[in-house]
């Protein structure tokens, strides 16, 4: 089946690091997304992974795949203010067009 | 360069009505895919064309329809509209042969139904 799953709510200090986890079903997923959506807003692509990759760093943002157990992470360092917002994890198939969403994580940045 | 753009921004019909909602994609991208967000809630695939054609459908109704120009604009079409369709619609373009690299979204069109 088709499903995503991500914890509703996470809320951090500012300076500290944020760990947004996700978990998916589709073992034909091949292409797994971290989206950003700000109040008002459509959806940023923050960043993606491929599925026969562990890990990958983008400079404040570091995603964590493991394969075997379906599971995907983002962590964010040094969280500023301007990071709160709603994150989604998503998968794609190279067989569809398609995205699946999570229903998103509510990112709270305290200073 | 202009990204995805959608309009309008908002808009509110009445139970029953008709609605389309407008999408032009990023320049160089030649797919364009329609999500449906309720408040709270992911995005759910509606569908996506290329080529002008329908290439692949989530599961929604009939009652949601599109089209595809050849300039690779989309229109999204919904009609006998129930309070349940009330959400935002994003549009998001990719290009075709570079499609798992991201697609790029719109700010979306906020439909209220009432």
């Known amino acids: 089946g088709e499903d995503v799953e991500q914890s509703l709510f996470l809320s951090v200090r500012e300076g500290d690091s944020s760990v947004i986890n996700c978990t998916y079903t589709d073992s034909s997923s091949t292409y797994l997304y971290w989206y950003k959506q700000e109040p008002g807003a459509g959806l940023q692509l923050l960043t993606y992974?491929?599925?026969?990759?562990d890990m990958k760093q983008d400079q404040r943002l570091t995603v964590l795949l493991n394969k075997k157990d379906k599971h995907l992470s983002l962590r964010i360092a040094d969280t500023q203010t301007g990071d709160s917002a709603i994150y989604f994890c998503?998968?794609?198939?190279?067989?569809?067009?398609?995205?699946?969403f999570g229903q998103g994580t509510t990112l709270q940045v305290k200073p | 360069d202009a990204g995805v753009t959608q309009s309008p921004t908002h808009l509110i019909k009445t139970r029953g009505q008709q609605v389309t909602l407008r999408c032009s994609p990023k320049?160089?991208?030649?797919?364009v895919s329609w999500y449906q967000q309720a408040l709270g809630q992911g995005p759910q695939f509606i569908f996506q064309?290329?080529?002008?054609?329908?290439?692949q459908r989530g599961n929604f109704p009939d009652r949601f329809s599109g089209h595809q120009f050849p300039n690779y604009s989309s229109e999204l079409n919904v009609n006998a509209l129930l309070l349940g369709d009330s959400a935002l619609y994003l549009c998001?373009?990719?290009?075709?042969?570079?499609?798992?690299?991201?697609?790029?979204f719109g700010s979306g069109t906020r439909l209220t139904v009432v």
């Open positions: 320049s160089g991208h030649d797919t």
């Open positions: 992974i491929f599925s026969n990759m």
């Open positions: 998503a998968y794609g198939s190279s067989n569809t067009g398609k995205l699946i």
């Open positions: 064309y290329y080529e002008e054609e329908e290439r």
């Open positions: 998001a373009s990719s290009p075709t042969d570079r499609p798992n690299y991201g697609y790029t």
